[in-house]
């Protein structure tokens, strides 16, 4: 089946750092990938959505200029939430699809926690 | 946009009991519809899907029914589990880049 990697899955660093967090799609090419943020026993929140050489989309109320998303390859998205503060904690999920009427294959998430 | 809601929020029943979530959505021009499992800790795994010319599908114990008409599909597990104690969500997808996810449901088995 599909599998996609996310890493790292645990993240504890002081505020002001920059983490960067990267996804892969292991075993296909992935048109499109997205990025959401979970708030604890809340529903999926999406953050952006990339696609390969261009631009990320963002959703309304996402500072793009605080979570930057570069999606480099077919295979590969990361998101680097810069000059994290404690209201950043969350846990990050990111996934990739193929492609129309396909579902979305989700990473393992990344527990992000600023101190 | 589209709009889709989920119940129950919360579900518990016995050890081989079956279990039904239920979801609507507002958009006719959807067309795919995913489930996915989320067990703590982890990113949502998918566990069925169906698209809108499918009025059911079955994997096993689990299977999806889904009513264009009245804009609803529901999961139903049967002889739950513990092991399928997990958040259930379900989707509606318009195309590639629009997903809409329900609020999730807490199942829980009880042994």
């Known amino acids: 089946g599909a599998v996609v990697s996310q890493h790292p899955s645990r993240v504890i660093c002081k505020s002001g750092t920059s983490v960067k967090i990267e996804c892969r799609s292991l075993?296909?090419?992935?048109?499109?990938m997205f990025w959401y943020r979970q708030f604890p026993k809340q529903s999926l929140m999406l953050m952006a959505t990339?696609?390969?050489?261009?631009?990320?989309?963002?959703e309304q109320g996402v500072e793009k200029d605080k979570f930057l998303i570069n999606h480099a390859s077919l295979t590969l998205s990361t998101l680097t939430v810069t000059s994290a503060h404690p209201e950043d904690s969350s846990f990050y999920i990111c996934s990739a699809i193929r492609g129309t009427d396909q579902p979305q294959h989700f990473g393992d998430g990344t527990r992000l926690s600023i101190l | 946009g589209e709009n889709v809601e989920q119940h129950p929020s919360t579900l518990s029943v016995q050890e081989g009991d079956s279990a039904v979530i239920k979801c609507t959505y507002s958009?006719?021009?959807?067309?795919?519809f995913p489930w996915y499992k989320q067990e703590l800790g982890k990113g949502p795994q998918l566990i069925i899907d169906i698209r809108s010319n499918v009025g059911e599908k079955k994997d096993q114990r689990i299977a999806v029914t889904l009513n264009k008409t009245a804009k609803h599909f529901s999961l139903h597990i049967t002889e739950t589990q513990p092991e399928d104690s997990a958040v259930y969500f379900c989707a509606a997808s318009i195309s590639v880049s629009q997903f809409y996810f329900g609020t999730g449901t807490s199942l829980t088995v009880i042994p």
């Open positions: 958009d006719s021009a959807s067309n795919y």
């Open positions: 990339s696609n390969e050489g261009s631009k990320a989309t963002y």
């Open positions: 075993d296909f090419q992935a048109t499109t």
